[in-house]
């Protein structure tokens, strides 16, 4: 990932835009990025899987702890946890015979980034509608 950047900056430093080896790595870093995502949301798609989370942001609990509120099966909710640890929302340890969650905050990130890119282009296509439609507006009433 460093090598990515240096290049990046090398690149983007000589000429106005990436050249062809650039702008692979850059292709590369988004399918990555969006592999990343699409777990993160698919972990997020259910509802017993967000409520670990919000249970976890509160603090580490043992798995045992985690379960009590669902009426599942132990293996059944141990799937939840995969997935969860999966897309890198949490991480597990074992300390005995107690199996303990935590929270991955890092990870929220990526979504955040993601969330603030997509709010940004559909406000500048409301700014965008908006003019149009007072444009159209004037036109009307100039008519």
């Not at 090398?10 to 062809?20: E, H, W």
């Not at 972990?43 to 976890?56: F, H, N, Q, S």
């Amino acid at each position: 990932m460093r090598f990515a950047q240096l290049l990046l900056q090398r690149c983007r430093g000589k000429t106005l835009s990436y050249c062809a080896k650039c702008f692979a790595v850059i292709l590369s870093l988004m399918e990555q990025y969006s592999r990343q995502l699409d777990g993160i949301f698919q972990a997020l798609a259910d509802p017993t899987r967000r409520a670990v989370l919000a249970r976890l942001g509160t603090g580490p609990a043992s798995i045992s702890d985690l379960a009590k509120p669902f009426d599942m099966a132990l293996p059944s909710f141990m799937k939840h946890i995969r997935f969860l640890e999966g897309s890198g929302l949490i991480r597990t340890r074992k300390e005995g015979r107690v199996r303990t969650c935590v929270i991955q905050e890092g990870q929220l990130a990526a979504v955040e980034a993601w969330l603030s890119q997509q709010r940004a282009l559909w406000e500048g296509r409301t700014d965008r509608l908006e003019q149009f439609v007072v444009t159209a507006q004037k036109k009307g009433e100039a008519q």
